[in-house]
T-cell receptor, first 116, second 114 residues
Framework: AQKITQTQPGMFVQEKEAVTLDCTYD???????LFWYKQPSSGEMIFLIY??????QNATEGRYSLNFQKARKSANLVISASQLGDSAMYFCAMREGRTGANNLFFGTGTRLTVIP | DAGVIQSPRHEVTEMGQEVTLRCKPI?????LFWYRQTMMRGLELLIYFNNNVPIDDSGMPEDRFSAKMPNASFSTLKIQPSEPRDSAVYFCASSLGRNNSPLHFGNGTRLTVT
């Protein structure tokens, strides 16, 4: 079974609008971390936001927030006030366990296009 | 902070040749990861090290691939002999050993094997 599922291959959003990128995960480990990365067309992988499985509140970083629904095993990324520079691939990833000793499992990504 | 440094940025080689990719992790990071990205398979973990020791190499495709980390500031990924199906972007990443530590990626090496 896939550990990370991103069901939206592509998404479009109007500039200045908000957009939600979906991510569901599968793990039996009670301790895990969820990450979102952005990959612009230039190719680098940019870390955006982190949510721990025991965190009580949804993570926020500037215009990025993570809608964490533990019972549904979903960790959707919300981008508010979209900008043209937000056009990129977005990857959801998960690390299982209590330490940083395990690798990140990545989803297949969602390509976001911001329309002027 | 210089970030993770990979070289070369681009590599074009002929089938059968040896290819060596290089990585310098962020100073102080004790985990180093090698990932491969292709359109068909997405981001795949090849191998990762903790304190220079290989921990999990189950993602290494076959014996043609090998990775080393002789010290805390340098790692190599070698493909010998290279094949066209090895064409991909190879990323090196490093992190601290905490669950909330993100992976910090290098800019990647785009490998083309003709």
């Amino acid at each position: 079974a896939q550990k990370i599922t991103q069901t939206q291959p592509g998404m479009f959003v109007q500039e200045k609008e908000a957009v939600t990128l979906d991510c569901t995960y599968d793990t039996s480990d009670p301790s895990y971390g969820l990450f979102w990365y952005k990959q612009p067309s230039s190719g680098e992988m940019i870390f955006l936001i982190y949510q721990g499985s025991y965190d009580q509140q949804n993570a926020t970083e500037g215009r990025y927030s993570l809608n964490f629904q533990k019972a549904r095993k979903s960790a959707n990324l919300v981008i508010s006030a979209s900008q043209l520079g937000d056009s990129a691939m977005y990857f959801c990833a998960m690390r299982e366990g209590r330490t940083g000793a395990n690798n990140l499992f990545f989803g297949t990504g969602t390509r976001l296009t911001v329309i002027p | 902070d210089a970030g993770v440094i990979q070289s070369p940025r681009h590599e074009v080689t002929e089938m059968g040749q040896e290819v060596t990719l290089r990585c310098k992790p962020i100073s102080g990071h004790d985990y180093l990861f090698w990932y491969r990205q292709t359109m068909m398979r997405g981001l795949e973990l090849l191998i990762y090290f903790n304190n220079n020791v290989p921990i999990d190499d189950s993602g290494m495709p076959e014996d043609r691939f090998s990775a080393k980390m002789p010290n805390a500031s340098f790692s190599t990924l070698k493909i010998q002999p290279s094949e066209p199906r090895d064409s991909a972007v190879y990323f090196c990443a490093s992190s601290l050993g905490r669950n909330n530590s993100p992976l910090h990626f290098g800019n990647g090496t785009r490998l083309t094997v003709t």
